[in-house]
């Protein structure tokens, strides 16, 4: 299976600062079958970011994906206070669909 | 527009049974490849298994770590999906997620159904 290591575990910033989030895995996602996920306490994850690159429905352009093979980032241009949570990388490009362990972001 | 609504979850003994349902709206859900997944109390996010559509035979896949011991069904008449969970250890205790699956991406995701196994 395919493991994803995201990295950091927890960062804690300040609203209006710009961050990049890191997904790396163990083999090559091809056809950047990567998406990431934002989870709000009590509620369930939301697809933000799909095929490494695209936005899901409804999502702001201040979330960017980017990446290939088996580095793949998410930026987010510039914080606001709602954009505090846990955020996962996922692959689909085999079974078992797998997840990164998350990166929580924290307000400083 | 889309909603997953799941129901079932509750308190089950270690070595019990339960089954998940997960009533679907807003989409042809015929179509659609079905997931569940699952998070443990405090933790990330567990692939638990997935239905295919009746083009694809509803063939369905699983995790190692439930194998055997869960079965995944779907109901297109009822656009309704399930999960009968058996032989139920401590560690299955999670919130049980129904995703619609759109061509590999999980794109909507109900708003999962608390399952704890205790004693």
């Known amino acids: 299976e395919i493991v994803l290591t995201q990295s950091p575990g927890t960062l804690s910033l300040s609203p209006g600062e710009r961050i990049t989030l890191s997904c790396r895995a163990s083999?090559?996602?091809?056809?950047?079958?990567l998406a990431w996920y934002q989870q709000k306490p009590g509620q369930a994850p939301r697809l933000l970011i799909y095929?490494?690159?695209s936005r899901a429905t409804g999502i702001p352009d201040r979330f960017g994906g980017s990446g290939s093979a088996t580095d793949f980032t998410l930026t987010i241009s510039r914080l606001e206070p709602e954009d505090f949570a846990v955020y996962y990388c996922?692959?689909?490009?085999?079974?078992?669909?797998?997840f990164g362990q998350g990166t929580r972001l924290e307000i400083k | 527009e889309v909603q997953l609504v799941e129901s079932g979850g509750g308190l089950v003994q270690p070595g019990g049974s339960l089954r998940l349902s997960c009533a679907a709206s807003g989409f042809s859900f015929s179509d659609h490849y079905m997931e569940w997944v699952r998070q443990a109390p405090g933790k990330g996010l567990q692939w638990v298994g997935r239905i295919r559509n009746k083009a694809d035979n509803y063939i369905t896949e699983y995790a190692a770590s439930v194998k055997g011991r869960f079965t995944i069904s779907r109901d297109d008449s009822q656009n309704s999906l399930h999960l009968q969970m058996s032989s139920l250890k401590i560690e299955d205790t999670a919130v049980y997620y129904c995703i619609r699956n759109d061509w590999g991406i999980l794109d909507y995701w109900g708003q999962g159904t608390l399952v704890t196994v205790s004693s």
């Open positions: 996922q692959q689909y490009v085999t079974s078992p669909i797998t």
């Open positions: 083999q090559t996602v091809s056809s950047n079958y």
């Open positions: 095929g490494a690159s």
